[in-house]
T-cell receptor
């Protein structure tokens, strides 16, 4: 079956530095990937998505990179701020429309 | 309201009791999802409704769990004979469906505690 996993459960970065959160997926048929941010006590919020026909997509301070060869996805956050502290999930749409979420990476930003 | 609404926000129940969790999706969203999130864990897929199609129930952990969506809008997740391991936050999300399934809009969740 398909699975979406993450390399690091916790990432600590200094304010102002760039953050990179990684994600691996197993289903080669996956065609759509999404990053979500979940703050404490809240539901996840959509950050950015990317389709399998793209390698890179940029948003405001965030960039998602997709490497289909090694089935790897990453989220880069530029100039990380305290408000970026949260748990970040990647999600994958494989053979069906439903989204399968990874375990999540906790991003901690310290001054 | 404009967002996904879930109720109750908190529910404490005794082992063996039945509970119902409600989700009001965003108006016009044809897709509705239920996920379960245990403390410090990721999101576990439970069930997915898309329009009038048969729901994808592949994530329901046991036959004590069921969900329905009446009139293509409000959904209720029912857990019968609750067990302590059912304690978690139950998240509902809706989306436009189809090729636009990526941007799910989540509710705040219903935190269930089974004593």
């Amino acid at each position: 079956g398909e699975s979406v996993g993450l390399h690091l459960p916790t990432l600590s970065v200094q304010e102002g530095d760039n953050s990179i959160i990684n994600c691996a997926y197993s289903n080669s048929a996956s065609d759509y990937f999404i990053w979500y941010k979940q703050e404490s006590g809240k539901g996840p919020q959509f950050i950015i998505d990317i389709r399998s026909n793209m390698d890179k997509r940029q948003g405001q301070r965030v960039t998602v990179l997709l490497n289909k060869t090694v089935k790897h996805l990453s989220l880069q956050i530029a100039a990380t701020q305290p408000g970026d502290s949260a748990v970040y999930f990647c999600a994958d749409r494989g053979d069906t429309d439903k989204l399968i979420f990874g375990t999540g990476t906790r991003l901690q930003v310290f001054p | 309201g404009a967002g996904v609404s879930q109720s109750p926000s908190n529910k404490v129940t005794e082992k063996g009791k039945d509970v119902e969790l409600r989700c009001d999706p965003i108006s016009g969203h044809t897709a509705l999802y239920w996920y379960r999130q245990s403390l410090g864990q990721g999101l576990e897929f439970l069930i997915y409704f898309q329009g009038n199609s048969a729901p994808d129930k592949s994530g329901l952990p046991s036959d004590r769990f069921s969900a329905e969506r009446t009139g293509g809008s409000v959904s209720t997740l029912t857990i019968q004979r609750t067990q302590q391991e059912d304690s978690a936050v139950y998240l509902c999300a809706s989306s436009l469906g189809g090729l636009n399934t990526g941007e799910l809009f989540f509710g705040e969740g219903s935190r269930l505690t089974v004593l």
